[in-house]
């Protein structure tokens, strides 16, 4: 089975192109963030762990983790995003191998795992081919504000904490740039899967 990493930067459509391969080539995506809140759910050693590291504090009244509360406290203190990252990504990549050995047992001939911190954490080099969406700052800053309801200075302070987006190009098989429209989007990222050797 062939593999493919797919990453971008914030506010660059890695989504959208994520749903575009599911709906329009039938390709099955594993999407890390759901394997995440998966590994973080209610009653899971991620969860555990978490709570042990951070306190009971990043967690709701329910007992479940609170996401925002706890993504604003690593923004805010490297150290602390640091240590999430030590408990969450080997459990991460450990339940996504298990899902892709799952679909090659299965059959299936390719499958996509999308991830936004592909490059950074060196996962993109367990793929076969790594697909990157690309966006200018510009179009990134104008999208995190309508999208998020973010002011400037937080769109800027999002853009800014993220590898710059030359460095993920470097490491991508093929790049996808998203500067226009949805239908756009959806033809550059099915010419680009056409670009791909399996």
């Not at 081919?129 to 504000?145: D, N």
């Not at 991508?172 to 740039?177: D, E, L, M, P, S």
Request: charge should be negative; aromatic fraction near 4%; charged fraction near 25%.
């Amino acid at each position: 089975m062939k593999t493919v990493g797919l990453t971008g930067g914030i506010a660059c459509g890695k989504s959208t192109v994520a749903q575009v391969l599911r709906e329009d080539l039938h390709v099955t995506v594993i999407d890390a963030d759901q394997v995440a809140r998966d590994i973080t759910a209610l009653g899971s050693v991620g969860l555990a762990w978490i709570t042990e590291a951070f306190g009971s504090d990043v967690l709701t009244s329910d007992g479940v983790l609170d996401r925002k509360k706890l993504g604003s406290l690593v923004m805010q203190r490297p150290e602390r995003r640091k240590q999430l990252e030590a408990i969450t990504h080997p459990l991460i990549r450990e339940e996504i191998s298990s899902r892709l050995n799952a679909l090659e047992a299965a059959g299936a001939a390719v499958a996509v795992v999308e991830a936004a911190l592909m490059v950074e954490t060196g996962s993109a080099q367990l793929y076969d081919h790594l697909i990157v969406v690309s966006a200018s700052r510009a179009a990134q800053l104008a999208r995190l504000k309508s999208r998020n309801g973010f002011d400037g200075e937080e769109a800027e302070r999002w853009v800014d904490s993220q590898m710059p987006m030359a460095e993920k190009e470097a490491a991508a098989t093929v790049v996808i740039h998203n500067e226009g429209s949805l239908l756009a989007l959806r033809t550059a990222t099915l010419a680009a899967w056409g670009q791909l050797d399996f």
